[in-house]
């Protein structure tokens, strides 16, 4: 059986989104498909887990700490998302419980979780952040591909990179395309003094 590379599991308050406040087993999951200059995962060893194990660990959290919801997060979590599914499968998480902290690039590893989360934050991704070109198509698939879900979107403005009045009249006009259907919309500055 293949097995989820995982960096820490531990419970904590969710500090972000509208679930802000809310008790959550947090479990991070390592690599990423970007370079964010604000990343704050670690790169360091993976613990391995098959995804029972995982689902036995992440669920005696739950009940030490009651809380009643799992926040998945990264790195980026849909890098690993066929064992994911099996995971929330084996572990039997209600979809409700489930909450995925995304990069919003990766629509075709969504869609193969998409019925086992019950919300979805969708970190865009703005150039002054990855210093990447930028990934308006990628996030815009996602968005459409979160279509019917409850998802909410932010963005972390990051002050050390040039153009940004550009990078965000490109996010805004992504975000009016899919402003009907999205649960909520936070902005976020980093690195501004």
Known sequence: MSKLSVSE?????QGEGIYIGIPQVFVRF???????????TAAGRAEE????????QVRRMMKKHTARSISLTG?????????????????????????????????QEFIQVRDCVGIVAVDIKLPSSTAEAALWPQHE???????GKKF??????YRQRSRISGQWRSYCAVITGIRRWCYSLIITKWGWN
Do not use: M, W
Not at 9 to 13: A, E, G, N, R
Not at 30 to 40: Q, V
Not at 152 to 157: Q, R, S, T
């Open 141 to 147: 698939r996602f968005l459409r591909a979160c279509r």
């Open 152 to 157: 909410f979107v932010k963005a972390i403005i």
């Open 30 to 40: 390592c690599g990423c498909n970007l370079r964010c200059a604000y990343c704050d």
């Open 9 to 13: 599991i531990f419970f904590s308050l």
């Open 75 to 107: 790195g980026e979590p849909l890098l690993q998302s066929e064992k994911i599914r099996t995971f929330l499968k084996k572990g039997r998480f209600s979809p409700d419980s489930v909450y995925l902290e995304t990069n919003g690039t990766l629509s």
């Open 49 to 56: 887990y098959d995804p029972l194990t995982l689902a036995g």
